[in-house]
Nanobody, 120 residues
Framework: QVQLVESGGGLVQAGGSLRLSCAVS????????MSWYRQAAGKQRERVAV???????NYADSVKGRFTISRDNAKNTVFLQMSSLRPEDTAVYYC??????????????WGQGTQVTVSS
């Protein structure tokens, strides 16, 4: 069974930084696309960053230049370095592991979420 465990959330002042970690167990980490999503109160969940199994990355416009996603395949861990944080970054952040098979099946796993609160 695949498990994702996030850590690193907390309370930070605007302009500060935080690093989130997501440790993955139970499967071959390197074959998954790893993403960070966030969900603010009363809003839909949105993807903020993705790191594909091929090594490419992509970011939501709202976090480009401020957030960096990275992965350590040897440690089965994905990170989200967040800098220049803004109050609007306040949300529960979720780690996601996804892969699609050549047969059309998908594997989609989520962590429990970690709260990030940015004070003004």
């Amino acid at each position: 069974q695949v498990q994702l465990v996030e850590s690193g959330g907390g309370l930070v002042q605007a302009g500060g930084s935080l690093r989130l970690s997501c440790a993955v167990s139970g499967s071959i980490f390197s074959i998954y696309a790893m993403s960070w999503y966030r969900q603010a109160a009363g809003k839909q969940r949105e993807r903020v960053a993705v790191s594909t199994s091929g090594g490419s990355t992509n970011y939501a416009d709202s976090v480009k230049g401020r957030f960096t996603i990275s992965r350590d395949n040897a440690k089965n861990t994905v990170f989200l370095q967040m800098s220049s944080l803004r109050p609007e970054d306040t949300a529960v952040y979720y780690c996601n592991a996804f892969r699609a098979t050549v047969y059309g099946g998908t594997y989609d796993y989520w962590g429990q979420g970690t709260q990030v609160t940015v004070s003004s």
